[in-house]
């Protein structure tokens, strides 16, 4: 029996709706397997936790969050109490830099029973490496005078350990895929961090020579996730390319609600974190139609990442076979709830 310690934390709106019914997917997960067991602690440190305690997690949290084998979060922030980057920097962002969760990996596909916005989709499947700790979100910088002469000044921070490693590990991705790797770049336009970025591309690509490689400037390779998503396979990116990359991804698919993401630590010091690319979505919070599918594809990626890829497909195909019968929840054209898309999953995972 393998048994997994797995920290939930809920968050703030739609995420203490979608992260209970994806428990629920992976107790039967547990249940179908018969050699897994999940124990789940969850801790109640969101934007309510910050109004009564005036920060985002105590100060013991990321000690308390340590000892696990993953972190389970569903959403946070609440911008109507709490600003999002005191939400977003006091917790997510806290938990991804202190823990060394370098790599942010996110897929999209065009999954079956699911209308993308697009007229000619295709069969699009590719995947986000995304480099999560340094980039265009470097901390380093500062706002000074006032009044009609006041300045910011943003620097991003792109090493050469950083960015290798996002790109080796997109190489390696790919190998496992369909042996493809896109560059994300702004060469023609940001004049030291993506030359630099296009040398170390050229570079590592010289490593993995049975790896087909392009490289798009980042406004055209926007475009191409419009107009021919089918081409890519693994597209490598900086911090902020590949955040604004993954929320197109996840709107090509039919709805950033059933985007899914991973905070990889590849040390082994710390846990991976994993959490669906959708917001907290304040307006719908409570009205039981959030969709869970961000959520629990969140908890495949967290099952393939345990190594447990036969169990984590089987519930990729029944995700896929629950909204090829039209179980779906309003965002995606459909009139179940949050619940009974996740029954309907379990449902599926039992008859196996």
């Given amino acids: 029996m393998k048994k997994f310690e797995i920290a939930v934390i809920p968050g703030d709106g739609i995420g203490q709706e979608v992260v209970p019914a994806a428990l629920d997917v992976l107790r039967t997960i547990a249940e179908v397997h018969g050699g897994l067991k999940f124990e789940f602690a969850e801790f109640p440190w969101n934007c309510d936790y910050y109004l009564k305690n005036g920060k985002m997690m105590p100060d013991d949290g990321l000690q308390i969050l340590q000892g696990f084998e993953a972190i389970f979060l569903g959403a946070v922030g609440n911008p109507a109490v709490v600003p999002d980057h005191v939400s977003l920097w006091g917790l997510l962002i806290k938990i991804?830099?202190?823990?060394?969760?370098?790599?942010?990996?996110?897929?999209?596909?065009?999954?079956?029973?699911?209308?993308?916005?697009?007229?000619?989709?295709?069969?699009?499947?590719?995947?986000?490496?995304?480099?999560?700790?340094?980039?265009?979100?470097?901390?380093?910088?500062?706002?000074?005078?006032?009044?009609?002469?006041e300045l910011a000044i943003q620097n991003a921070i792109f090493s050469r350990k950083g960015t290798e490693r996002a790109m080796r590990y997109a190489f390696e991705l790919a190998r496992k895929r369909r042996g493809h790797v896109t560059s994300a770049t702004k060469s023609n336009g940001i004049f030291h961090s993506m030359p630099f970025w296009d040398e170390v591309f050229k570079q590592v690509k010289g490593?993995?020579?049975?790896?087909?490689?392009?490289?798009?400037?980042?406004?055209?390779?926007?475009?191409f996730f419009v107009t021919r998503p089918h081409i890519f396979d693994v597209i490598?990116?900086?911090?902020?390319?590949?955040?604004?990359?993954?929320?197109l991804g996840g709107a090509v698919m039919g709805s950033i609600g059933i985007a899914p993401a991973a905070n990889i630590n590849l040390n082994g010091k710390y846990p991976s974190m994993f959490e669906p690319v959708h917001g907290s979505a304040p307006d719908i919070f409570g009205k039981g139609i959030a969709n869970p599918l961000g959520q629990i594809w969140t908890a495949q990626m967290m099952l393939s990442h345990f190594g447990e890829d036969e169990i984590a497909q089987k519930l990729l195909d029944a995700i896929e076979e629950v909204t090829a019968d039209g179980v779906k929840t309003p965002d995606i054209g459909g009139s179940a709830s949050t619940r009974e898309v996740s029954d309907a999953i379990c449902s599926r995972l039992k008859a196996l």
């Fill in 207 to 223: 490593d993995y020579p049975d790896v087909e490689t392009a490289s798009y400037h980042i406004d055209a390779l926007a475009a």
């Fill in 236 to 247: 490598v990116a900086s911090n902020l390319f590949g955040d604004i990359l993954t929320d």
């Fill in 96 to 149: 991804r830099r202190e823990f060394e969760q370098v790599i942010n990996i996110r897929p999209a596909k065009l999954m079956r029973g699911l209308q993308s916005p697009l007229a000619n989709p295709k069969d699009f499947d590719m995947i986000v490496v995304r480099e999560n700790s340094e980039g265009e979100y470097s901390e380093i910088g500062g706002r000074i005078h006032r009044g009609e002469d």
